[in-house]
């Protein structure tokens, strides 16, 4: 077969989008036209209910992709199974010249491309990836040492210091759409052809007003106000360019730019140390004997805890796929300090539902609050969720929209009582780690 016949494909997997795609832009300036490509992993959707509602959104955005490129003459090539075995079916379909995606962070992600890598080498086929999905690199905030930060002030200021424009300099992957394959185009999957249902939870819109991102520091605490972005999930998909958001962020929002940094933090710390997916950062912290309840976890997962921040906090979750950043704060600490649960059984539960889910922000999240992460709260930081309700809803606004039975009869008693529940923690945290010490 001619040069002329081969062509690129672009493996979508966290960056559905057109624009300010940088391996996208990297593929579609090769000299080789494009086949747009996303394969439903059944390694990963084999785990997932099938009307998942994150599955949901990919397959909407998919959607929306598919038509803008038939504009152009091209098509999303939607494929189902495990990766390797689509790319050895589509190198008998196709003569490739490259595959082109955007870097992986996690560990799944990174042992499949290489996978994938070394099968098409054996093919002379080249594997090409892009970082797009962060600002920095994986080594590119590093100590005088070159070794990681695994404390967050001081991986900021060294992030802060090190970014330049070009950081932000976008990769224009949208002016060159027409350059891309038109053969074998076919009609869009239905969510039924890939063993899919539609979702009930719909996905919160992009938002990026600058008002919303200049008035953060001011509002982002007071879950009863609608001032956070909601782009976790948008991050997460990369359904917007993270270049545009921490441009946004440089110029109007200092504190709405750190939390970009912490979500930065948290990945290249997953990076560094993979084994934070299954354990704790600071081993002595996997001595704690947890309790381990299974019905107080229930009524935790339910919203039933008697606690009335904690309870509208996972009502919200499971109603919506999504929970306030602060509500997150405090209802992991009540799962890990309250009910002596492992901070893995809350990081599971969250995993499970949440529209922005990341293993990175979720794990680093946990570890936070359990006082096990790299630059956690300290053990003995225990939320008091009542003082948290005076604070952050005293008005009970947020309370009242996700506990229907608030004031009534009808809400549970507390299932622990907050000071005994505190003092069973100290002791508990203060046995394992004693015991680490002292060996």
């Known amino acids: 077969m001619g040069t002329n016949r081969k062509i690129n494909i672009f493996w979508f997997r966290r960056d559905l989008r057109l624009d300010d795609n940088h391996a996208l832009y990297r593929a579609l300036n090769s000299g080789y036209k494009v086949v747009f490509l996303f394969i439903f992993d059944t390694n990963i959707t084999r785990t997932l209910p099938a009307d998942d509602h994150r599955l949901s959104f990919i397959y909407n955005q998919l959607r929306e992709l598919h038509h803008k490129l038939k504009k152009d003459g091209g098509c999303m090539l939607i494929r189902q199974g495990v990766p390797l075995d689509v790319f050895s079916k589509l190198s008998r379909e196709y003569e490739i010249n490259a595959v ?94 890939l063993g899919l249902e539609p979702s009930s939870i719909s996905a919160p819109p992009v938002r990026i007003e600058g008002s919303v991102i200049e008035n953060y520091d001011k509002s982002r605490d007071i879950p009863s106000a609608d001032a956070t972005t909601r782009l976790g999930l948008h991050l997460r998909f990369g359904t917007i360019s993270i270049r545009k958001l921490v441009e946004k962020a440089v110029r109007l929002n200092e504190v709405f730019l750190n939390e970009l940094i912490w979500r930065e933090f948290y990945a290249i710390i997953m990076w560094h140390y993979p084994y934070v997916a299954q354990r704790s950062f600071k081993p002595e912290y996997d001595r704690i004997n947890w309790v381990n309840d299974e019905g107080h976890f229930r009524r935790w997962c339910e919203g039933r805890t008697g606690y009335p921040m904690v309870d509208a906090g996972m009502r919200q979750l499971n109603e919506t796929g999504y929970m306030h950043n602060r509500l997150r704060m405090i209802t992991a600490s009540f799962l890990t300090k309250h009910l002596l649960t492992d901070w893995r059984w809350g990081e599971a539960y969250f995993a499970g539902k949440l529209f922005d889910y990341e293993l990175s922000s979720n794990n680093g999240g946990w570890q936070w609050s359990a006082g096990s992460g790299c630059d956690a709260a300290p053990y003995f930081r225990i939320f008091n969720p009542l003082t948290q309700q005076k604070k952050f809803d005293p008005q009970e606004k947020y309370i009242r929209k996700w506990i229907k039975e608030y004031g009534t009869s009808g809400y549970p008693e507390p299932v622990v009582i907050h000071r005994e529940a505190r003092e069973r923690c100290l002791g508990a945290y203060k046995t394992a780690l004693r015991g680490y010490s002292n060996e």
């Open 100 to 193: 082109y995606c955007n870097t992986d962070h996690e560990q799944y992600g990174i042992d499949r491309d290489k996978g994938i890598a070394s099968f098409m080498a054996e093919n002379g086929v080249g594997f090409h990836s892009y970082s797009d999905h962060l600002i920095m690199k994986r080594d590119e905030v590093l100590k005088d040492d070159k070794t990681p930060y695994v404390v967050f002030t001081p991986f900021s200021k060294r992030w802060k210091s090190l970014f330049q424009s070009r950081h932000i300099k976008p990769w224009p992957s949208g002016k060159f759409i027409t350059n891309c394959h038109t053969g074998k185009c076919t009609g869009f999957p239905s969510l039924e052809e």
